[in-house]
T-cell receptor, first 112, second 113 residues
Framework: AQSVTQLGSHVSVSEGALVLLRCNYS??????LFWYVQYPNQGLQLLLK??????LVKGINGFEAEFKKSETSFHLTKPSAHMSDAAEYFC??????????FGAGTRLAVHP | DVKVTQSSRYLVKRTGEKVFLECVQD?????MFWYRQDPGLGLRLIYF???????EKGDIPEGYSVSREKKERFSLILESASTNQTSMYLC????????????FGSGTRLTVV
């Protein structure tokens, strides 16, 4: 069965610092992987996706993620954090029947 | 643009009430999903449907049931609402096959008192 583990429920960075949000997955089949972002009081928005093409995936707002099969990881990074990046981030993996299995989420705080 | 419409944005119900949450899509998609979102737990799958009158339990189906009489409509039913069902409920459909994630509804924040 597929599952997702997000390491760190809260991450705090300074403005301009590197953002690294960790996601490890378990899947018995080649996975599709996603990162979603949820800004305060808003719905979920797709940030980026991996669908077996390039292993380094670029998304919106300067975020990117690298699929590493050997490590079963799909960590999300951004070189320089901005105050507007403060949000909750969810990693997800596909299951059968087009299901998405989500991680518990990581809340990113950005301080001046 | 694909639309997934949830009928209520906020609901307050009493313990023991039967509660219906409605979701309507305009994409004619076979698959529809109900999740609940809770702080620290992420999104957890309650039920999904892969065709009219077809349903499958997700990870946390206890206390819930669903109905899919028409392709465009997928209803989540709380048979007897309890305070631990206070949550944000999200309906979703796949965007394009299996590779493009979901389109989510705007959510229903249910409070059971």
């Amino acid at each position: 069965a597929q599952s997702v583990t997000q390491l760190g429920s809260h991450v705090s960075v300074s403005e301009g610092a590197l953002v690294l949000l960790r996601c490890n997955y378990s899947s018995s089949v080649p996975p599709y992987l996603f990162w979603y972002v949820q800004y305060p009081n808003q719905g979920l928005q797709l940030l980026l996706k991996y669908t077996s093409a390039a292993t380094l995936v670029k998304g919106i707002n300067g975020f990117e993620a690298e699929f590493k099969k050997s490590e079963t990881s799909f960590h999300l990074t951004k070189p320089s954090a901005h105050m507007s990046d403060a949000a909750e981030y969810f990693c997800a993996v596909t299951g059968g029947y087009n299901k998405l299995i989500f991680g518990a989420g990581t809340r990113l705080a950005v301080h001046p | 643009d694909v639309k997934v419409t949830q009928s209520s944005r906020y609901l307050v119900k009493r313990t023991g009430e039967k509660v219906f949450l409605e979701c309507v899509q305009d994409m004619d998609h076979e698959n529809m999903f109900w999740y609940r979102q809770d702080p620290g737990l992420g999104l957890r799958l309650i039920y999904f449907s892969y065709d009219v009158k077809m349903k499958e339990k997700g990870d946390i189906p206890e206390g819930y049931s669903v109905s899919r009489e028409k392709k465009e409509r997928f209803s989540l039913i709380l048979e007897s609402a309890s305070t631990n069902q206070t949550s944000m409920y999200l309906c979703a459909i796949p965007r394009e096959g299996n590779s493009d994630g979901y389109t989510f509804g705007s959510g229903t924040r249910l409070t059971v008192v």
